[in-house]
């Protein structure tokens, strides 16, 4: 089940939960959600940190060939 799914079940009046139980869902999504994002986020950087690398040394063989 998507997560965007879940909140419209969590949400919708026709679901017998107690507003404790929706609370909580949602917080553990949110918490979810925040861990994704950091890890998106270091991926990313560590992503850049090897890019940059591979330019550098793009640039380094093609200034030596010169």
Do not use: C, H, Q, Y
């Amino acid at each position: 089940m998507l997560s965007f799914d879940l909140i419209r079940t969590i949400i919708s009046p026709s679901v017998s939960m107690t507003d404790g139980e929706r609370i909580k869902i949602i917080v553990d999504l949110d918490n979810k959600l925040k861990e994704n994002r950091d890890k998106m986020l270091d991926e990313r950087a560590r992503f850049n940190t090897v890019n940059d690398a591979i330019k550098r040394i793009a640039a380094l063989k093609s200034t030596a060939k010169k």
